[in-house]
């Protein structure tokens, strides 16, 4: 099937700066693609839609200068987090789908973030 | 907007029970259904899958799922679980629509005692 690739997947970082993370279609073009939180013991909270070529959609009470997305080809999304600080501190998983109707959704690893 | 609610929190079941975990969604349109698993320290891995046809979806490791339209559900099912069952599982909605983001329920532990 499809792979999503995620990188990093552990990332430490101190109070204050910036963490991007990467997140690739390996074998196929999306042109969406999709940021997720997960706290501990909790669900997945989608974070954001990331489009190509144009901004990124994002859910009600993401601060969208916080966590910055960019879609720059069909096969990369990355995800900024700005200025982090401990409450930041989370699991990122981003995912794409098959384009057209009624496609499966693909994961990535997820990377797990630690701000200190 | 879709939302996807899981009525069941966590469940602790024997090995060979039954099992049953609830899922009912909330949108009007044609929708895309979906159930995942995550093992502890994993990623998510599909189960099953439903688009259109057989609302009786069978998926990988034994379990199967319902879509029952007229109810919104699409609980998940297994006639016998295994201690190597014990993880989180999720079940998630989107529109059939190209594009379109999966909603998750905010999931329920399954704990397998042998």
């Known amino acids: 099937g499809a792979v999503v690739s995620q990188h990093p997947s552990r990332v430490i970082c101190k109070s204050g700066t910036s963490v991007k993370i990467e997140c690739r279609s390996l074998?196929?073009?999306?042109?969406?693609m999709f940021w997720y939180r997960q706290f501990p013991k909790q669900s997945l909270m989608l974070m954001a839609t990331?489009?190509?070529?144009?901004?990124?959609?994002?859910e009600q009470g993401v601060e969208k200068d916080k966590f910055l997305i960019n879609h720059a080809s069909l096969t990369l999304s990355t995800l900024t987090v700005t200025s982090a600080h401990p409450e930041d501190s989370s699991f990122y998983i981003c995912?794409?789908?098959?384009?057209?109707?009624?496609?499966?959704?693909?994961f990535g690893q997820g990377t797990r973030l630690t701000v200190v | 907007a879709q939302s996807v609610s899981q009525h069941n929190h966590h469940v602790i079941l024997s090995e060979a029970a039954s099992l049953e975990l609830g899922c009912n969604y909330s949108?009007?349109?044609?929708?895309?259904l979906f159930w995942y698993v995550q093992y502890p320290g994993q990623h998510l891995q599909l189960l099953l899958k439903?688009?259109?046809?057989?609302?009786l979806v069978k998926g990988i490791k034994g379990f199967e799922a319902e879509f029952i339209k007229s109810k919104f559900s699409f609980n998940l099912r297994k006639p016998s679980v295994q201690w190597s069952d014990t993880a989180e599982y999720f079940c998630?909605?989107?529109?059939?629509?190209?594009?379109?983001?999966?909603?998750f329920g905010k999931g329920t532990t399954l704990s397998v005692s042998s």
């Open positions: 995912s794409a789908r098959l384009q057209g109707m009624n496609t499966e959704a693909f």
């Open positions: 074998d196929f073009q999306a042109t969406t």
């Open positions: 990331s489009n190509e070529g144009s901004k990124a959609t994002y």
């Open positions: 949108y009007g349109g044609t929708v895309n």
């Open positions: 439903y688009f259109s046809g057989d609302p």
């Open positions: 998630a909605v989107s529109t059939n629509q190209a594009g379109t983001a999966l909603i």
